[in-house]
Nanobody
Framework: EVQLVESGGGWVQPGGSLRLSCAAS????????MSWVRQAPGKGLERVSV????????SYADSVKGRFTISRDNAKNTLYLQMNMLKPEDTAVYYC??????????????GGQGTQVTVSS
């Protein structure tokens, strides 16, 4: 059974940092690209970042470029999202998702339950 479990969310002041983790199990993690998506209150899903299966290729939404870093540890079956210089508009539920390809994320199939990130003073 495919399982993706996010953790690391919480409350942080503007300008602060958080690191999200996504523990994967039930599939061969190292052969899939992975992504982080988020959903802010009252808004649709926004893809935040994608990383290919080896971790060598990453991409970011313009809204987080230069502030967020996606990474993965294939030995630990874990996906990460380092979030720096957080802004109130980063407030959202963050989900990790398994892409159906090793190299891009045109489609995704499984996702976790999400972790809440709240940025406010």
């Amino acid at each position: 059974e495919v399982q993706l479990v996010e953790s690391g969310g919480g409350w942080v002041q503007p300008g602060g940092s958080l690191r999200l983790s996504c523990a994967a199990s039930g599939f061969t993690f190292r052969i899939y690209a992975m992504s982080w998506v988020r959903q802010a209150p009252g808004k649709g899903l926004e893809r935040v970042s994608v990383i290919n299966n080896s971790g060598g290729i990453t991409s970011y939404a313009d809204s987080v470029k230069g502030r967020f870093t996606i990474s993965r540890d294939n030995a630990k079956n874990t996906l990460y999202l380092q979030m720096n210089m957080l802004k109130p508009e980063d407030t959202a539920v963050y989900y990790c998702k398994r892409c159906t390809s090793s190299s891009d994320c045109m489609r995704s199939d499984y996702g976790g339950q999400g972790t809440q990130v709240t940025v406010s003073s």
